[in-house]
């Protein structure tokens, strides 16, 4: 085979490449291409409802806009290997029931990427649905922002996928920033959450990893529920006006390396059993952990806690314990200069309970008589209530330098 005749069939398999400007129809574009070809969108507004049923790419150049007029959705995506990268996607309609999104990506429409976008005004920002291996990659999707929440969609909402990748997008006045439910082996890494009601919502999804997220100024920040085998880590969760971390109903996960700061609640555990929670700094919440519904059998090692107002409210019939963590009230000594103190830390015990019915008492939380009180509570059991009891406590942080990880 001569080198020509190798380069024009390289050329060909490559596709080839449609312009469209302004004054033009993007939607005539994609009816002409073929499969693999590119469809080259020019800076400009195009007022269209769009259709991809074929594998091409729509890139943009110069900033254009796909705006759906307010109806249906702005493009759908209905077949394999399709790219759309580089163009605002905005102004679908407003149908719930209907799901309206900026892109719809259909069932079957695998390995479709999303990459750079700015999807704005849209009920659903991306609606992905049994579809495998999508990318969705350095967007930035603001929904409805003067719906109220209830009657907005979900940023980026997964439904029954399978290997999805979700990474570098900034998502704000949605519904839910990441809605996952019946989706499994899929990152989310990287990803900015604001100002939405949770930032990620989970629903019995499995093998998925969340990784170095932001999530902050939201009703709750990763909100994991009904799930297995999850990895959840290094993510900076703060300023939540509810929990920062749920972990509901889930199990065989790993928990690690995250900042929880300044929320109401730092952690909500319930009905969680058999995970690994270490390495974690829990910091400036007003309840550092709230524990209950059976939460047992799991490994809690290696967690910094730190000013909150109350580290542990605990619900349950006996102790649970922990082990090696650090307590930023805890009044014990070390006299062995092992960096363990000597005598266990209790955090449900009287003076914490007191302080729950009378938050007044906060104030005296360092004073003699609470002290007192707490030592004289230890020595009788009659007056012990179920606690965390961490039998190896720390005596300084793991994460002293934790607020840079904050600024970073």
């Known amino acids: 085979m001569s080198v020509l005749a190798a380069a024009l069939m390289q050329a060909a398999a490559a596709g080839a490449t449609l312009d469209v400007y302004p004054g033009q129809r ?4 994609i009816d002409a291409a073929r499969a693999g070809d590119t469809v080259l969108i020019h800076g400009g507004r195009y007022v269209e409802n769009l259709k991809i049923a ?16 307010n109806a249906g959705d702005v493009i759908r995506v209905a077949a394999p290997d399709v790219t759309i990268s580089r163009v605002a996607v905005v102004n679908s309609g407003a149908d719930l029931t209907a799901q309206n ?11 479709a990427r999303v990459d750079h976008c700015e999807l704005v005004y849209n009920l659903f920002g991306l609606w992905i649905e049994h ?34 990748q979700i990474a570098g997008n900034t998502i704000s006045y949605t519904r839910d920033g990441i809605y996952v439910d019946v989706s499994h082996h899929a990152l989310f890494r990287n990803n900015v959450i604001h100002d939405v009601r949770y930032g990620t919502h989970y629903m019995n999804s499995y093998y998925n990893v969340w990784d170095g997220n932001r999530v902050y100024h939201n009703r709750g920040g990763l909100a994991i529920m009904e799930a ?30 995250n900042v929880v700061a300044g929320n109401q ?27 209950w519904g059976g ?20 619900v349950a019939a006996s102790d649970v314990a922990w082990t090696g963590n650090y307590w930023s009230n805890y009044f014990g000594w070390d006299k062995r200069a092992r960096g363990i103190g000597d005598i ?24 003699p008589a609470l002290q007192s009180l707490r030592l004289i509570a230890q020595q009788f059991p009659l007056m012990a209530v179920p606690s965390v009891v961490d039998r190896a406590p720390l005596m300084r942080p793991l994460h002293a330098s934790w607020a840079r990880r904050m600024e970073q």
């Open 295 to 314: 939460s047992v059998h799991n490994d809690v090692t290696r967690n910094d806690f730190v000013g909150n107002r109350e580290q542990i409210r605990y």
């Open 131 to 164: 579809a495998s291996d999508v990318r969705v990659t350095g967007n930035v999707i603001v929904g409805k922002r003067d719906f109220l929440s209830p009657r907005r969609g979900n940023g980026i909402q997964l439904y029954n996928t399978t290997g999805a």
């Open 344 to 367: 266990p830390y209790t955090a449900n015990d009287l003076v914490d309970r007191l302080t729950w019915r009378v938050p007044m008492l906060g104030v005296l939380m360092n004073s």
């Open 228 to 257: 297995r085998n999850q990895i959840v880590k290094n993510n900076r969760v703060w300023g939540n006006t509810d929990q920062g971390i749920m972990l509901r109903t889930v199990q065989d996960s790993v928990v690690e390396n």
């Open 54 to 69: 074929k594998p091409l790419t729509l890139r943009g150049v110069g900033h254009p806009m796909i705006d759906g007029g």
């Open 101 to 111: 999104a900026g892109i719809y990506i259909h069932p079957g429409a695998d390995r």
């Open 265 to 291: 609640r730092g952690f909500f555990i319930y009905d969680a059993e058999y995970n690994t929670i270490r390495g974690n700094v829990v910091a400036d919440n007003l309840v550092g952990v709230h524990l």
């Open 26 to 29: 993007v939607g005539a574009a």
